[in-house]
């Protein structure tokens, strides 16, 4: 599980910069809850953009965090997948 999780974090890219979201560190850890099956999401805070680039910087963001819920959901499509 370790290892596909490190995969996701790896193959996601944010889009303008092109690094994954594992080398800027965005995801601060990922829990697994096997009750309820179940991986929490645990995220870095991002800095707060300038107000004039606040709609795009959200927009990448929530892009990104789109495309790392569905590579989760590709690797365990058993397991909900929730943002704390």
């Known amino acids: 599980m370790i290892r596909k999780i490190d995969g996701v974090l790896d193959r996601v890219k944010e889009p303008v910069s092109l690094f994954s ?3 800027l ?3 601060r850890g990922i829990r697994y809850d096997e009750e309820r099956k179940k991986l929490s999401v645990f995220t870095n805070s991002l800095r707060r953009p300038k107000k004039c680039c606040t709609i795009m ?3 990448l963001v929530s892009g990104t965090m789109k495309s790392l819920t569905e590579e989760l959901q590709k690797e365990f499509p058993d397991l909900s997948i929730e943002f704390v």
């Open 21 to 23: 979201i594992g080398q």
């Open 57 to 59: 910087a959200s927009l």
């Open 25 to 27: 560190g965005w995801v």
